[in-house]
């Protein structure tokens, strides 16, 4: 008996799971090296400053990472939307 796979992540999708993960953790890690280690020089207003810069670090490699594959995506259901209504 043989089995098929399909495929089954669309053209494109593996790296950007792959640096969603990567960035993910990365996010936390520089979080945690932050807090344990340079934190305490600062205060409460200046780090809590460092992590949000951090988060929208994040945000942004995610934005820039996901952007092309929404837009792509987007068009693809507008066509088909177009589509259905005939």
Known sequence: MKVEMSK???EGMGWR???SILTFFAFIIG???W???YAENFNVYQNIAVVVV?????IAVMGATWASWGMKQGG???SNKKGDSE
């Open 17 to 19: 799971v792959t640096t």
């Open 31 to 33: 979080i945690i090296l």
């Open 8 to 10: 089954s992540f669309p």
């Open 76 to 78: 693809a259901w507008r």
């Open 54 to 58: 951090i988060l929208l670090g994040f």
């Open 35 to 37: 807090l344990f280690f």
